[in-house]
C-alpha cells in the first residue's frame, strides 16, 4: 500500500523519497494551485531532501497558472511574513524539529497564517479526487526570486526599544543547529547592539552540530559556550527557526513551560488579556496567569490552533511548552526570531534570566513518547478504558489533585506522546509511568 499523505498538527510530513515523494509534493501543489490563483511564495530550511521537494511543489503551482517566487532557505516566520505582506498564499518545505530524515509541506493563507484544518480537507479532497486545473502552455505560470530576511527583520525591529537594547551592549550566543536559522537571529541581534557568538551556524541539511529539535540534552555546546564566554543568555533553533528556546547566563537550560510562562506573564504586564496555549502546557503558565489579572485558553496541541484561538479571541499572547511562541502584534505565528528580540526587551528592566525564571511556580514537568503501530487505533482504546476526571480536548489528559497525565498521538510521527505533571518529582514520575503503562496495556 503507498503512503498517503494526510495533514497532521504542522502540514504534511514523511521521510523524504520514500513516503514524501517528488511526486506527492507535485500532486499537493497541484491541488493548492487548482484551489488558490495568484503570487505563491515558497521557501524551505536547509534539509538535504528540500531542494528536490521545493521543485517538484514549484512545477504544480506553474502548472496551475500561479506566478511563484523562491525565497530559497529562510526561517518559517519570515516566509510566513513576506506572505503576509506580498503573496496571495505560500508553501513551506520544512519538517521543523523531525529527524533528518524527515520533510514536509505546510501550506500559509494570505494573512501569513497556517492553513486551517478546513482549508487542509480542501487540499486534500482536490488530491483525492486528481482533477487538477491545468492552464495552457502559454498561461503556465512564471517563478522569480525574492529575499524574506530584510523585511521580516525590520518588522521584528519595529516592535523593539532598539536604543534601549543597543545601550545595554549584550552578549548572545545563537546555535540555529545548521537550520534555517543561520545568519538571520545572529544579524537581527547584531543589528540590536549585541555581541554575538555563533555555533552550528553553517546551512547544513544532515545537522552535523545537533539534531534539529533543540532539547535540552542536545544542547550541552550551547550551555557550555554561554557559561565560558560570560554571555547574558543562549538561544537555540529548531530546523526551520520558528522555535527559540533558552540557557540562562549560568549555562543552565531553562524549561520551555516555564519560558512560556516568562513571556505570557511579560505580555500581561503589559496588556491584560487572554493567554493561549494547549492542553500540554504546565500548568505554572496558568498560575502565572491567574497571579497576573489575565485569563487562561486551553487547546488542542498544534500551533495552528493556537494561532487561530488567539486571532479569535484578540489574545495578548500565546505558545507552545516546545519554545513555540506567538506574537500577535507581529503575526499569528510561531516566530523564534521575535522571541529572541523579545528577551532582549525584558532583560532592559535589569533582571537576569534566571531571576526570571526563579519567579515562575516551580512543577515537575516530564515527558515520555513510545513508537507504536497504530497510533489512531491506541489513542482510541485509551479513550475506551481511560477512568476519572477526563479531558479529550487532545487525546487523553487525566487529572488529579496533585496533578495531571496527558496521553496523546504525535501529528507527525508514528508516537505517542505522554506528559505527565506534579510539584512532586516522585509524583510526576509515578503519573508518567500510569501514561505509559496505559499505552502500553493497549498496544501490547
Same mark, same amino acid.
Given at each position: ?11 504534511? /510530513?514523511?521521510?523524504?523519497? +520514500?513516503?514524501? %515523494?517528488? +511526486? ?9 494551485? %487548482?484551489?488558490?490563483g495568484g503570487d505563491i511564495a515558497i521557501g524551505r530550511d536547509t ?12 512545477? !504544480? ?17 519570515? *516566509? ?11 508553501? *513551506? ?7 533528518? +530524515? ?20 480542501? &487540499? ?16 503556465? $505560470? ?47 541581534? @547584531?543589528?540590536? !547592539?549585541?555581541?554575538?557568538? +555563533? ?54 537550560? &531553562?524549561?520551555?513551560?516555564?519560558? #512560556? ?8 504586564? @503589559?496588556?491584560?488579556? *487572554? ?15 491567574? /497571579?497576573e489579572g489575565g485569563k487562561i485558553v486551553w487547546t488542542p496541541v ?5 494561532? @487561530? ?6 489574545? &495578548?499572547? $500565546? $505558545? ?14 510561531r516566530d523564534g526570531g521575535v522571541a529572541a528580540a523579545k528577551m ?8 537576569? #534570566? ?17 513508537? &507504536? ?14 477512568? $476519572? ?45 500510569? !501514561?505509559?503503562?496505559?499505552?502500553? /496495556?493497549?498496544?501490547?
Amino acid at each position: 500500500m503507498s503512503w498517503r499523505p494526510t495533514f497532521g498538527t504542522n502540514g504534511v /510530513r514523511g521521510i523524504a523519497n +520514500e513516503e514524501l %515523494t517528488p +511526486e506527492i509534493a507535485l500532486k499537493l501543489c497541484l491541488s493548492l494551485g %487548482t484551489l488558490h490563483g495568484g503570487d505563491i511564495a515558497i521557501g524551505r530550511d536547509t534539509r538535504v531532501s528540500g531542494e528536490m521537494l521545493k521543485n517538484a511543489a514549484v512545477s !504544480g503551482l506553474l502548472a496551475t497558472g500561479n506566478k511563484v517566487i523562491d525565497l530559497g532557505i529562510a526561517p518559517s516566520s519570515a *516566509i510566513q511574513y513576506y506572505v503576509k505582506h506580498n503573496a496571495d498564499a505560500g508553501v *513551506i518545505v520544512t519538517a521543523s524539529h523531525n529527524p533528518k +530524515e524527515y520533510n514536509g509541506l505546510k501550506f500559509i493563507d494570505d494573512a501569513g497564517m497556517e492553513f486551517s484544518r478546513d482549508g487542509e480537507k480542501e &487540499v486534500e479532497k482536490v488530491y483525492n479526487k486528481g482533477e487538477f486545473k491545468r492552464v495552457k502552455w502559454s498561461r503556465t $505560470g512564471e517563478l522569480t526570486a525574492a529575499d524574506a530576511v530584510p523585511g521580516y527583520k525590520e518588522g521584528i525591529i519595529k516592535l523593539i526599544d532598539v536604543e534601549n537594547i543597543r545601550g545595554k551592549k549584550f552578549k548572545v550566543v545563537v546555535d540555529p543547529g545548521n537550520g534555517a536559522g543561520c545568519g538571520v537571529t545572529s544579524s537581527l541581534l @547584531r543589528e540590536l !547592539g549585541c555581541e554575538v557568538i +555563533e555555533i552550528n551556524a553553517e546551512p547544513d541539511g544532515t545537522f552535523p552540530g545537533r539534531p534539529p529539535e533543540p532539547t535540552a540534552d542536545v544542547l550541552g555546546g550551547l550551555m557550555a559556550t554561554v557559561k565560558k564566554s560570560g554571555a547574558d543568555f543562549g538561544v537555540a533553533h529548531d530546523g526551520d527557526a520558528d522555535r527559540a528556546v533558552f540557557v540562562d547566563e549560568r549555562g543552565k537550560f &531553562v524549561s520551555e513551560d516555564v519560558l #512560556l510562562a516568562i513571556f505570557a506573564k511579560s505580555a500581561l504586564e @503589559r496588556k491584560k488579556g *487572554i493567554i493561549v496555549t494547549p492542553v500540554s502546557s504546565s500548568s505554572c503558565v496558568a498560575d502565572v496567569v491567574e /497571579r497576573e489579572g489575565g485569563k487562561i485558553v486551553w487547546t488542542p496541541v498544534g500551533s495552528i490552533h493556537v494561532a @487561530r484561538k488567539m486571532l479569535e479571541l484578540d489574545a &495578548v499572547f $500565546g $505558545g507552545e511548552g516546545n519554545g513555540g511562541l506567538i506574537f500577535p502584534e507581529h503575526q499569528y505565528c510561531r516566530d523564534g526570531g521575535v522571541a529572541a528580540a523579545k528577551m532582549l526587551k525584558m532583560l532592559c528592566a535589569g533582571k537576569t #534570566l534566571s531571576q526570571l525564571a526563579d519567579e515562575i511556580p516551580r512543577y515537575y514537568h516530564i515527558k515520555e513518547k513510545l513508537r &507504536v503501530e497504530d497510533k489512531n487505533d491506541v489513542m482510541q482504546k485509551v479513550k475506551n478504558i481511560a477512568r $476519572g476526571k477526563v479531558d479529550t480536548t487532545d487525546g487523553v489528559k487525566l487529572w488529579y489533585d496533585d496533578g495531571w497525565v496527558l496521553v496523546r498521538a504525535s501529528g507527525t510521527e508514528p508516537i505517542i506522546r505522554i506528559f505527565a505533571e506534579s510539584k512532586s518529582q516522585k509524583r510526576s514520575k509515578e503519573l508518567l509511568q500510569e !501514561g505509559v503503562e496505559l499505552v502500553k /496495556r493497549v498496544s501490547g
